[in-house]
């Protein structure tokens, strides 16, 4: 195959829009971007979307050339603000997020795109993934399985959806944002919102890994989980009384019970643990 064809092939094919939400993102960033360059799949473009980031990410992030479509907010917005921004700035048929301290694996967007050519009522498609420490050594099995007939409860219960894992078409998640009154919970609540309306697809291959360091958002802001929860419990159990779907209620109501629980055993530890 010429340089020529396989250029008509590439181009041929569905274009993918990896956003990538960036602030102050250096030290793991090019392990990040370097995994998107080695996709098997080569048709898409990476909107990269700089949080007034004050390091060196910038710099590594226009060093790649024209494949990363670089953006930057003036000042420092909350996370998911800064995703619908990203989204605004698409091109692509569908939408995957890669965040900057995380890597995929080659297959991640081929296997994907598959998915969607083969089962046209797809909306949106999310592999397993696996935790692993700041050198990226796995340390926990494959997560992500989901029970199909219960997938909304499966997202309350344990969210297994990794935002890196999924790939999403284009024209439903720019129909249904992210809701920016949260920082931590906006994805999860946004799989929840859609999943009434969209029908999701399971791949059981690992195809991200998801690095856990001292500085990942989720542990920087532990303390304000259970407000998200508080927030999102509150909003939904108004809005299914409203709309009389009573039965919704029970479920919502077991979520912030357990996150009630959760968070008062995680208070207690933490005590205990300074009394030591």
């Known amino acids: 195959m010429t340089d020529k064809e396989l250029l008509f092939e590439v181009s041929s094919r569905p274009l993918v829009s990896v ?64 995703r619908n921004r990203a989204i605004g700035n698409c091109n692509g048929d569908y939408v995957a997020f890669l965040d900057v301290d995380d890597v995929w694996m080659p297959d991640a967007i081929k296997m994907k795109v598959d998915i969607f050519k083969n089962n046209e009522q797809v909306d949106f498609v999310y592999s397993s993934f696996a935790f692993a420490d700041s050198d990226l050594n796995i340390y926990t099995q494959p997560l992500g399985k989901t029970h199909p007939v219960e997938f909304q409860r499966d997202i309350l219960i344990r969210n297994p959806i990794s935002i890196g894992s999924v790939l999403i078409r284009t024209k439903l998640l720019k129909q249904n944002n992210f809701d920016c009154s949260y920082n931590l919970l906006g994805d999860m609540e946004l799989w929840f919102r859609i999943s009434s309306i969209a029908r999701p697809f399971y791949l059981q291959e690992l195809l991200e890994i998801s690095r856990q360091h001292g500085n990942n958002t989720s542990k920087i802001e532990k303390k304000n989980w259970i407000k998200e929860q508080r927030y999102f419990a509150s909003s939904y159990i108004m809005m299914y009384l409203r709309t009389r779907k009573y039965k919704k209620i029970s479920m919502i109501v077991y979520f912030i019970i357990r996150s009630e629980i959760r968070n008062f055993l995680l208070r207690s530890s933490c005590d205990s643990n300074r009394e030591n």
């Open 19 to 82: 956003i990538m939400n960036c602030y102050n993102g250096e030290q793991y960033l090019r392990e990040a971007i370097d995994s998107v360059f080695a996709q098997t799949y080569q048709n898409w473009e990476i909107i990269f979307w700089d949080n007034a980031s004050t390091d060196r990410s910038a710099e590594i992030a226009l060093s790649y050339g024209q494949k990363i479509k670089y953006f930057r907010s003036e000042k420092n917005i909350n996370l998911y603000d800064a």
